[in-house]
């Protein structure tokens, strides 16, 4: 049941774009994006709550499409600080509510060179 | 703001030993708190919930005995490692829910078992 993400691994040169997909097998409630650099906590980009939303940090933006049970992350512009790994949290949706608990993906490797 | 802590930061213990975790919300209330654990270059695997003023909620293979954790005030929460193994040795990461649903990530703990 863990989110599968897309690709894997992507190198850019600075100032290119990317994308980075996450897709479930489950219907979702919610999306969360974040990034984590070597040896450091997750830090947290976005979370996109209904289906169509799209959300937007600095020049990073994700859409989340409910009925297709997935959300893309769209790098633009990309700046050596956007290095890192990438994961998407995905909470199921509930019949007797939400709890919070997010399922995470394996992640995306993103590395930015000069 | 929405800063977590943990401490402590790295422990390195006897097999045999436990060892306590402690993630601290500092500039906010999280009723719920979550304890992942992270293999190098994997995804975060999430232990259990916790919950203020009641039993954490553990998630499916992992042993609640094993892991102890106790949700003392509406600020902390606590991991213990009980009589820790080699295998126990992995990055444990704490996140607190904050407004909105979001997860904010601690700086992780990196525990090494000889």
Request: hydrophobic share 30%; aromatic share 10%.
């Amino acid at each position: 049941q863990q989110p599968v993400q897309s690709p894997q691994a992507v190198i850019l040169r600075e100032g290119e774009d990317a994308v980075i997909n996450c897709s479930s097998s489950k219907a979702l409630y919610s999306v969360h994006w974040y990034r984590q650099k070597h040896g450091e906590a997750p830090v947290f980009l976005m979370i996109l709550l209904k289906g169509g939303e799209q959300k937007g940090h600095e020049k990073i933006s994700a859409s989340f499409n409910e009925k297709k049970q997935q959300s893309s992350l769209y790098l633009t512009a990309s700046q050596l600080s956007y290095s890192g790994t990438y994961f998407c949290g995905t909470e199921k949706i509930l019949g007797s509510g939400n709890t919070g608990k997010l399922i995470f993906g394996q992640g995306t490797t993103l590395q930015v060179k000069p | 703001g929405a800063v977590v802590s943990q401490h402590p930061s790295r422990v390195i213990c006897k097999s045999g030993t436990s060892v306590k975790i402690e993630c601290r919300s500092l500039d906010f209330q999280a009723t719920t708190m979550f304890w992942y654990r992270q293999f190098p270059k994997q995804s975060l695997m999430l232990m259990a919930t916790s919950n203020e003023g009641s039993k954490a909620t553990y998630e499916q293979g992992v042993e609640k005995d094993k892991f102890l954790i106790n949700h003392a005030s509406l600020t902390l929460s606590t991991l213990t490692v009980t009589s820790a193994h080699p295998e126990d040795s992995s990055f444990y990461i704490c996140s607190a829910e904050g407004a909105g649903g979001t997860q904010y990530f601690g700086p992780g703990t990196r525990l090494t078992v000889l």
